[in-house]
C-alpha cells in the first residue's frame, strides 16, 4: 500500500523559504509525476507543480519564479522548496502521487501527503 | 491556463437524494479530468479519473461522464458519509487547474 509522509517548518517569517519533504512508503518512483498542491485556509486547491521519475518539473507560473522541487530516489523522497514567502502563501500544503490501475498509468492524483499546515506570520 | 468552471458551489440534499455537480473546461480536454472528495481536516481523495473511471474501493454510486468541455460527477444516493467538498481537477495541460468547489450539505 502506497504512502505519502511528509513534514517541514510550519510556521515561517516573511521572506524566508518553505521548504518541504515527502517520503514514499510502498512505491518506486519510475513512472510517475509526484506533486505538489496547497489550500488557503477556507479556500479551495491550488496547484503548485510537479516533477516526475526523471527529474522533470512543471510549475504552475504563478508561482514559477519561486519554485523549486527535487527529488532523491536513493531516499524515496520528493521536496518543495518556495521562496520569498508572504503572507499569501500561509496554507496547507499536500503532496501527491499519480495513479496506476490495470497497467496504465494516470495523471489523476491517485495518493496524497496527510497536509501540512505552513503560516506565514512576522 | 484551462480553467474550470465547477457549478453550484454549494448544494444542500438529503440522504438518498440523488446529486450531480458539474465541471466545464474553457477549452476541451479529451477525457483528462479527475474528482475528488475532500472532508475537513483531511486530504482530497480521488473518486473518479479518466472523467469516468471509478477509483478502486470507491462505492459505485458515484459515477462520472463528460468529455471535451462538460464533465458531471453524480451521486446516485447520498450517504450521510458523502457530505463534504468536491473538486474536478483537469489534467490535459499545465498548468493543472482545479474547480473552485462544491460543498454538499445536509437538508
Known amino acids: 500500500q502506497v504512502q505519502l509522509q511528509q513534514w517541514g517548518a510550519g510556521l515561517l517569517k516573511p521572506s524566508e523559504t518553505l521548504s518541504l519533504t515527502c517520503a514514499v512508503y510502498g512505491g518506486s518512483f519510475s513512472g510517475y509525476y509526484w506533486g505538489w498542491i496547497r489550500q488557503p485556509p477556507g479556500k479551495g486547491l491550488e496547484w503548485i507543480g510537479e516533477i516526475n521519475y526523471t527529474g522533470s518539473t512543471n510549475y504552475n507560473p504563478s508561482l514559477k519564479s519561486r519554485v523549486t522541487m527535487s527529488l532523491d530516489t536513493s531516499k524515496n523522497q520528493f521536496s518543495l522548496n518556495l521562496s520569498s514567502v508572504t503572507a499569501a502563501d500561509t496554507a496547507v500544503y499536500y503532496c501527491a502521487r499519480s495513479y496506476y490501475t490495470s497497467g496504465s498509468y494516470y495523471n489523476a492524483l491517485g495518493y496524497w501527503g496527510q497536509g501540512t499546515l505552513v503560516t506565514v506570520s512576522s | 491556463a484551462i480553467q474550470m468552471t465547477q457549478s453550484p458551489s454549494s448544494l444542500s440534499a438529503s440522504v438518498g437524494d440523488r446529486v450531480t455537480i458539474t465541471c466545464r473546461a474553457s477549452?476541451?480536454?479529451?477525457?483528462?479530468l479527475g474528482w475528488y472528495q475532500q472532508k475537513p481536516g483531511k486530504a482530497p481523495k480521488l473518486l473518479i479519473f479518466a472523467a469516468s473511471s471509478l477509483q478502486s474501493g470507491v462505492p459505485s454510486r458515484f459515477s462520472g461522464s463528460g468529455s471535451g468541455t462538460d464533465f458531471t460527477l453524480t451521486i446516485g444516493s447520498l450517504q450521510p458519509e458523502d457530505f463534504a467538498t468536491y473538486y474536478c481537477l483537469q489534467d490535459y495541460s499545465y498548468p493543472r487547474t482545479f474547480g473552485q468547489g462544491t460543498k454538499v450539505e445536509i437538508k
Open positions: 477549452q476541451g480536454i479529451r477525457n483528462d
